[in-house]
């Protein structure tokens, strides 16, 4: 299985300013994915991050408030823009490693834990 | 949006006993899978049942599915303090992309 790691692990930011959470993976892989998950509740698939072109972002989320890049298969961020409390979450990558492309299995990493004050 | 939905949201109970997790769906499906969480960290994935199957173990793990009713269950045999986490249905539909049940909260008393 893929190793993912995720920087950082956490912050507390101010109202207003933006965060980049990058997303990196031992391994190539066919899909990279950015969670969210507010507190006490389920995952949010935000987007699937396309390697070499826009992401595709679900319903509810645009791109001017989380852009995202993936200028490889091993690499991704997502940054959270003009932050508010409300997006105060657990943000996570997953992927869906290469011997498994075409499958739904998906490995996480570890998360990054953001406060906004 | 979520399509799952689990019960309980909480569950407590004390080692040795064994934990049932149910999970409902609203769409045609081609895989669900269960997922845990620990403490508000990643993911792990626990085990993958596909649509055309109705029952799968992995060591402790007991998972049915049953697709006329679009549910399935998580058993948890012989349980231990080190089961407590946060447990996940998803579902697998076209593509790569995964739909998050509720959850439900496992507690595990020693």
């Known amino acids: 299985s893929a190793v993912i790691s995720q920087k950082p692990s956490r912050d507390i930011c101010q109202r207003g300013t933006s965060l980049t959470i990058q997303c990196q993976v031992d391994s190539q892989v066919t899909m990279m994915f950015w969670y969210r998950q507010q507190p006490g509740q389920s995952l949010t698939l935000i987007a699937t991050?396309?390697?070499?072109?826009?992401?595709?972002?679900e319903s509810g989320f645009v791109i001017d408030k989380f852009p995202i890049s993936r200028p490889n298969l091993t690499f991704s961020t997502l940054t959270v823009s003009n932050m508010s409390p409300e997006d105060s979450s657990i943000y996570l990558c997953?992927?869906?490693?290469?011997?498994?492309?075409?499958?739904?299995?998906?490995?996480f990493g570890p998360g990054t834990r953001l406060t906004v004050l | 949006s979520q399509q799952g939905e689990e019960d309980p949201q909480a569950l407590s109970i004390q080692e040795g006993e064994n934990a049932t997790m149910n999970c409902s769906y609203k769409t045609s499906i081609n895989n669900l899978q269960w997922y845990r969480q620990n403490s508000g960290r990643g993911l792990v994935h626990l085990i993958l049942i596909r649509s055309n199957e109705r029952e799968k173990h992995s060591g402790r793990l007991r998972v049915t599915l049953d697709t006329s009713k679009k549910s399935s269950s998580l058993l948890i045999t012989a349980s231990r303090a080190a089961d407590t986490a946060s447990y996940f249905c998803a579902t697998g539909t076209s593509g790569s992309r995964l739909t998050f049940g509720e959850g439900t909260q496992l507690t595990v008393n020693p």
């Open positions: 997953s992927v869906v490693p290469s011997e498994l492309a075409g499958g739904n299995t998906q490995y």
């Open positions: 991050a396309n390697q070499g072109s826009e992401a595709t972002y």
